[in-house]
């Protein structure tokens, strides 16, 4: 029996949803093993990483890919520890938004410097990197 263009195709795509999941395993263990060695949860983590400067909770939840009520309670958490900050939003009253502390802001810094040591990337140059991520990217924003 020979293959037709769709049993090739669907073929292909799962082979590449395969490489993709194994990817996206590879970075939370990666993520994982980073975080402990800061005495954080990979959730933790992965918030700091994505705290890049002041944002409300929802943004937060958006960037780390979860509810905003999951993000919330890991904040409630960097914030008993000291790292982060809920402020007043500047344009929304209703609204509160994140920063981090200076305590948070040395702790993400070294948490960075520890997520690209043997980063599952690495193998890839910076031009390699930039494909992925516009391949990804468009990907993910064609649904």
Known sequence: MKSTPTDQQSVAERELCGLVNGLAHQISEHVRERAVRLGLTAAQATALRELAGPMTMRDLAERMSCEPSNATFVVDKLEKQGLIERRPHPTDRRAKQLGL????????????????????????SPKQQGTLHDLLERALTRR
């Open 101 to 124: 502390t200076t305590k948070g802001g040395k702790l993400r810094e070294q948490l960075l410097e520890l997520l690209v040591e043997d980063s599952p990337l690495a193998g890839l």
